[in-house]
């Protein structure tokens, strides 16, 4: 679960955070003013000029102290060597920093991503094409335990399928098991799915039946492959007496027993397979037949009668019946199913067997869990269960979205091969958080055609590659297991490289714009985290995790309510501008990727909340600071409005009724519903709907206290006073311990969900006082996380498909057998495209949001026809 709030287009920065200067170090490492931690003079930015390169050398070779006489103390010593180890120490910080920074930018990064993804495509590709193996085959073959009785097949995921669901598949169907015990213990256990109050009771060498309502599930005792299975099978075969849908059979440890394990009985084993071999596959035209592979045993328990039956033995019967169904498949097309994946999760687990030859009760829920999603996902197609799925046929949209992208990329070529292009350089674009004006620093972006031609074909490509990883059978999808390792470790990491790159701030205001972008960079990593790791599962995360989302919400209303107040624009190009630069990605990802646009659940609500906002102010009278400025009832005004907004907010939060008569009338009810309901939006809304009140006080107090000059925002300065200061840190740190031990002693999620709204705010504040009351703390930030905070939009929506799998149900898979090189190759691509977006969702607000009103509004009503036609396609076919 996570969020993001709107950034401006014109401040997402075209470097990567290593392209940093060095900036001059803080006092508390000992500078002095003009110079850095390592004696080097600077400039007015604080980076190094061009002369300091001698200075450095000068100060590296002074870091080491010279010897000194015998007379000198051994603590005088000790004292230039720690000095000089400091010196040392500070100088390798800065010098490594511009090393990274010289050879590392974000355009080879992207172009190294770019690199990447072609080789993987081609070896995905011919990996698929030489191997002939799909995601059944994964599945049935292959897999490791991520941890106890949690199984993992090889490049897909397996739905944990529940009753309901399992009745839902099988019914009609009848399931026939064909074997010995062990075949029985799996039968049980996949009846067990279906309805968990099945006990195992009665006689074990005989055939059982079960049948429930219209469920019909078989066991047949043939505890050896011999006539008496052919007959049964050519019953089925050729006869007009109905055939079960789906046969699991197996069977060889009674032949090793009964013979005593000798080289006769396994000749006799492998005539026995060959010879209903071509009838398995006869009859596996009709229906699905599998075939299981012999589990191994744990010969130091098994019994005297048993000792015979080695894992020796039954690799060889495993392979005399592998043998015999594959030379049976060289003349068929057909395919008898072998299932082996139960025998690889044995070899791990058969040590825990009673007997040493039954299979513990956890590792033949593995078998039957298999043999669920091997029959059933395919007539289910449930999302995280990507083993045995079709690929879905695309729809009328994504089509239509196709043909879109080629036009443009035919029109692009042609304009290209003619020379019609007109390049102009970037305009200053208003911030739409703070409304400022920002000059492009080292990039220029073409307006004209030619170049929104071209940012649309760029998006094209990279539609193509989410389609590639999240809707194709082209990459692997690997399903989540937390531990605590895998989601603390990583967060160490990004915190120590967040502290790396820690920079002199340029302003010293409370939650400057600097500040601002660390705080939503930080955040947004924590929560890729968490959603790559599961961490969803560990309740005092999942709730640390839920202040961070509210404080997402909390800086939109911060920074809109900011702005509006300071600037007083109420224009339809900023409201526009800021609608466009939410929603594009999320518009064009609806159509690509065939998704409702509830499913990317934190666009609509920001979007929501910024219209609130807009309108709630925007309404007469409309009060500003100038305003105000001049008479002080105009604040009481305000006060009134967010009132009057709060009482609003509360009447929908307690009358889900009045909530679902609004937001279930067509069109609005398109846009919020998900699977046909619109409970998904109202728990959204209602779980954090007072983070945006709380944000716009807090801006109207902060706005207030500063114009009447009550802080001190100055470089290095305390906010106030400093008896006023300690008490309030005091109190924040007490505030936030208080609600983390809280957080971390919740037992259930819904109950600590429902007091969320009224407390989240408390840690919220408290790291807002913590974070800007020193003024040394206030006058740093984190270039690191800055620059994730400058796309945290971009990273949040490009997550679900593309570092995360089926919809964030998983985890894509680009580098198969490595989890960890995995994590790094597929989240280095999904940063640079992320990036890369950012970058022609800039360019294409330009030509799509023009200053001049008819223009603008020209472009209104054809995005309105557009969306229009849209929703009315989307209803047609959600109707179908």
């Known amino acids: 679960m996570t969020s993001v709030t709107s950034d401006n287009p014109s401040t997402v920065s075209r470097e990567f955070p290593f392209n940093t200067q060095v900036a001059e170090a803080p006092a508390a490492v000992g500078a002095v003013p003009g110079r850095n931690c390592a004696g080097t003079r600077t400039q007015s930015g604080g980076a190094p000029d061009a002369e300091a390169d001698a200075d450095v050398a000068d100060a590296y070779a002074s870091a080491v102290p010279p010897l000194h006489p015998a007379s000198h103390s051994a603590a005088a010593r000790l004292s ?3 000095h000089g180890g400091v010196k040392m120490a500070v100088l390798a910080y800065s010098l490594g920093k511009r090393e990274i ?26 990996a698929r094409y030489y ?15 991520l941890g106890e009785n949690v199984w993992q097949p090889y490049g897909c995921m397996m739905h944990k399928y529940k009753s309901r669901e399992a009745k839902t598949c099988l019914e009609r169907k009848r399931v026939a098991f064909m074997g010995d015990s062990r075949i029985r213990q799996l039968f049980y256990s996949y009846v067990k799915i279906i309805n968990p109050e099945v006990r195992e009771d009665g006689n074990k060498h005989e055939n059982i039946h079960i049948e429930d309502k219209s469920l019909n599930m078989d066991f047949l005792w043939y505890a050896e492959v011999n006539n008496s299975v052919k007959e049964r099978l050519i019953t089925w075969t050729e006869s007009a007496s109905p055939k079960p849908d789906v046969v699991v059979m197996g069977a060889a440890t009674w032949s090793i027993k009964l013979n005593s394990g000798s080289t006769e009985s396994l000749h006799q084993y492998k005539t026995n397979i060959s010879s209903i071999a071509h009838v398995l596959e006869k009859l596996a035209q009709e229906i699905e037949v599998y075939w299981v592979l012999q589990d191994p045993v744990y010969e130091e328990k098994l019994s005297d009668s048993r000792k015979m039956i080695t894992n020796e033995q039954i690799e060889l019967y495993n392979e005399a019946a592998v043998d015999a169904l594959n030379s049976s498949k060289r003349s068929s097309p057909t395919r008898v199913k072998i299932l082996g994946a139960a025998r690889q999760a044995a070899l791990e687990t058969i040590s825990d067997s009673v007997d040493g030859l039954h299979l513990p009760e956890g590792t033949r829920d593995v078998g039957a869990m298999v043999l669920m999603n091997s029959v059933c996902n395919r007539v289910l197609m449930p999302v995280d269960g990507s083993c045995c799925q079709p690929l879905p ?48 620093v080292l990039v220029t972006s073409v307006t004209g055609p030619k170049g929104a031609l071209q940012a649309i074909c760029k998006m094209g490509l990279i539609m193509v590659y989410f389609y590639m990883c999240d809707r194709a059978d082209l990459f692997m999808k690997e399903q989540k297991f937390y531990t605590h390792s895998t989601f603390f470790i990583p967060l160490i990491y990004i915190f120590v490289l967040g502290i790396f790159y820690s920079e002199n701030s340029k302003e010293a205001k409370l939650l400057n714009r600097e500040q601002t972008d660390e705080w939503k960079g930080w955040m947004q990593l924590v929560i890729l985290i968490y959603h790559i790791s599961g961490a969803s599962a560990f309740i005092p995360v999942y709730m640390h995790v839920r202040v961070l989302v509210a404080a997402y919400l909390f800086q939109t209303g911060y920074g809109h309510f900011s702005f509006f107040w300071l600037k007083g624009d109420f224009g339809l190009y900023r409201v526009c501008q800021v609608l466009f630069r939410l929603n594009f990605l999320v518009i064009v990802l609806c159509l690509v990727m065939d998704r409702p646009y509830q499913f990317y659940y934190f666009v609509p609500l920001v979007t929501f909340w910024f219209v609130v906002i807009y309108s709630t102010l925007a309404i007469w009278p409309q009060i500003t600071q100038k305003k105000a400025n001049g008479s002080g009832m105009w604040h009481l005004g305000v006060l009134m409005k967010i009132a009057c907004l709060l009482l609003l907010i509360c009447c929908f939060s307690y009358s889900e009724v009045l909530f679902e008569n609004i937001f279930s009338v067509w069109p609005i009810s398109t846009l919020f519903e998900l699977q046909g309901s619109i409970h998904e939006w109202w728990f959204r809304w209602k779980l954090d709907r007072f983070a945006v009140i709380y944000g716009i006080l807090f801006a109207f107090v902060y706005l207030v206290l500063q114009k009447c000059q009550v802080l001190s925002e100055g470089k290095g300065e305390a906010l106030f006073s400093n008896r006023i200061s300690n008490c309030l840190l005091f109190v924040s740190v007490v505030s936030f311990l208080t609600y983390s031990i809280w957080a971390s002693s919740c037992k259930n999620k819904t109950e600590c969900n429902e007091l969320h709204p009224y407390i989240s705010v408390v840690q919220i ?23 994730f905070g400058k796309i945290s939009l971009e990273l949040f929506i490009c997550q679900y498909h593309i570092w995360l ?13 490595n989890p960890m090189l995995n994590v790094i190759v597929s989240t280095f691509i999904f940063v640079c495209v992320a990036h890369e977006i950012s970058q022609i969702t800039n360019d294409l607000a330009q030509v799509a949001i023009p200053k001049e009103s008819p223009g603008l509004l020209r472009r209104i009503l054809g995005m309105a026809v557009f969306l229009g036609a849209v929703l009315l396609l989307s209803t047609h076919q959600a109707g179908r």
């Not at 770019?114 to 011919?126: D, E, F, N, R």
């Not at 799998?805 to 680009?814: N, Q």
């Open 80 to 82: 230039s060597c720690c």
């Open 101 to 126: 920074n010289h050879y590392f930018s974000i355009k080879n990064a992207k172009l190294l991503s770019a690199v990447a993804v072609l080789l993987l495509v081609v070896l995905h590709s011919i």
């Open 131 to 145: 191997s002939g193996e799909d995601s059944c085959g994964w599945l049935l073959s292959s897999g490791r335990f």
């Open 393 to 440: 046929l695309p729809s009328i949209l994504q089509k239509l979205t196709a043909c879109v992208f080629l036009v443009a990329a035919v029109a692009f070529l042609v304009l290209h091969l003619l020379g019609r292009s007109r390049h102009h350089k970037t305009k200053p674009v208003a911030d739409v958080e703070s409304g400022s004006e920002k000059k492009p």
């Open 765 to 787: 504040l408290a790291f807002i006082l913590i974070r800007n009351i020193p003024g040394y703390i206030r006058s740093l930030y984190s270039s690191f996380f800055a620059w």
């Open 805 to 817: 799998a089926a919809d964030t149900k998983g985890i894509l898979v680009l580098v198969p057998g």
